[in-house]
């Protein structure tokens, strides 16, 4: 594939609050022919775009008033712009950004510092390639990231930008520009490469999103999904379950009277002690704080009681420092008619319901729901 053939005579916004960096970046344009206006924000981007509708925008992403992604949403949000392209100057250093820059429909993802050729050539891309004639459509991506879903639309040029400016300062640092142009010459290719390193951010961003640092369980988010997972099959099979909230006693004392590093340390190896109690169909997660939830699959109420002393014994006799570590054990259980009459909030509210019947009754001990009705 050809470069395209850089059009000038053309003007180009660029949106910078750094009166050095917008001079920098409007010497690079009119020295190559373009007419350039400046503006120091989005809010005066905007201004402008309402008297005259530049050919392309730059612009940074912090800046005060309005930063770059409102600047750009706000330009895509506008039928009378929303072809106009945007290139979005960014370091991208937070794996949020991207969710940002995604969501913002930007054209273009220049990371800082750019090479001068790049910004040129980019530039001369979008202008002879307009997002209406591509064709592209879009596809929905759905990014996990601390526990929160996020549903992101993106065509393909725009996945292909993104991935390019995560990766492009590396490439930008170490190869030479003849290098960047050559792997730009087969975009079948090139796009194969870059949907599998998409998989793999979006990969280890999901384990980031599932996962609790501090013990390496699963997190409340993804116990919520596999809860509901696991109701649907004894709602259809007749299976039984049963869940277990576990709270570690006293636990602000221990804080309190021994700082939060020791407190870290009884919950960690608390989410050791369980997952090496559980069995590879049962199903255990950090609930938050000094709580977690586990789930037995195939299990009634007898067999969980036993599973629940026999923990609860366990943590009671494990050699802690600095001090004993008990903890107090509410447990229901799910049978089929229950799994098709009650909700996962109203069973974990029933397993909460006995943890506080234990806390109340001395602590160290185990309730079932059953026995409070």
Request: aromatic share 6%; net charge negative.
């Amino acid at each position: 594939m050809s470069q395209a053939k850089i059009t000038t005579d053309c003007e180009i916004l660029v949106v910078e609050d750094s009166l050095t960096q917008a001079l920098k970046l409007q010497h690079i344009l009119t020295s190559t022919g373009y007419r350039v206006s400046l503006a120091r924000d989005g809010r005066e981007a905007i201004a402008a775009l309402e008297k005259r509708v530049p050919a392309l925008v730059i612009s940074d992403i912090v800046m005060p008033n309005m930063d770059g992604y409102a600047t750009c949403r706000a330009i895509k949000n506008n039928p009378k712009w929303e072809l106009v392209p945007v290139v979005l100057l960014t370091n991208l250093t937070d794996p949020k950004d991207i969710i940002q820059g995604l969501k913002a429909q930007a054209d273009c993802y220049l990371t800082k510092p750019y090479k001068t050729e790049y910004l040129l050539q980019s530039i001369a891309d979008l202008m002879a390639n307009p997002r209406d004639s591509l064709d592209e459509g879009s596809s929905e991506l759905e990014i996990m990231l601390a526990g929160t879903s996020y549903a992101v639309k993106a065509d393909r040029r725009q996945m292909l930008n993104l991935l390019l400016s995560i990766y492009g300062s590396a490439v930008q640092r170490n190869c030479e520009l003849e290098e960047t142009q050559a792997q730009l010459q087969n975009l079948n290719e090139q796009l194969e490469v870059q949907r599998q390193a998409l998989q793999e951010a979006n990969a280890r961003l999901q384990t980031l999103a599932s996962d609790d640092d501090l013990t390496s369980l699963k997190n409340r988010r993804t116990f919520n999904e596999r809860f509901e997972t696991e109701l649907t099959r004894t709602a259809r099979s007749g299976q039984i379950l049963s869940l277990l909230m576990i709270d570690v006693d006293h636990f602000k004392k221990l804080n309190d009277g021994f700082g939060h590093v020791a407190g870290d340390k009884v919950l960690s190896q608390l989410g050791f002690l369980l997952r090496e109690a559980s069995r590879g169909t049962d199903f255990v997660a950090r609930f938050g704080g000094e709580e977690f939830a586990v789930l037995l699959t195939d299990t009634d109420a007898h067999g969980a009681r036993i599973w629940a002393e026999r923990i609860r014994n366990r943590i009671e006799q494990y050699p802690w420092t600095p001090r004993a570590v008990t903890v107090s054990v509410g447990i229901t259980t799910c049978s089929l008619q229950r799994a098709k009459t009650l909700s996962a909030s109203q069973l974990i509210n029933e397993a909460d319901q006995a943890l506080y019947r234990s806390k109340h009754d001395g602590r160290n001990r185990i309730t079932s729901f059953e026995e409070l009705v």
